[in-house]
C-alpha cells in the first residue's frame, strides 16, 4: 500500500509515463530497461511493470 504522498504521486505518474517512476525508485538498472520495452510493446504492461516496481521497492541507495 502506498505510504507516503510521493509513492502516491509515482503511482499517477506511472500511469502517464511508466519509466519515469522506475527511474526514480531503481536508478539507471535492467528494471528501466525492461520498463522502456514493455512501454514500447505495449503501454499496460509498461504500467503494470511500474507499480509493481513502486509498491516493491523501499528506497533507491545512494552511493
Known sequence: MAS???TIL???LAIW????????????TAD????IALCILG????V?????IISKTEKVPVP
Open 4 to 6: 507516503s504522498t510521493s
Open 10 to 12: 509515482l503511482y499517477f
Open 17 to 28: 509515463i511508466p519509466f519515469l517512476p522506475v527511474a526514480i525508485k531503481r536508478g539507471c
Open 32 to 35: 528501466l530497461f525492461i520498463n
Open 43 to 46: 503501454w499496460i504492461p509498461g
Open 48 to 52: 503494470i511493470h511500474a507499480w509493481y
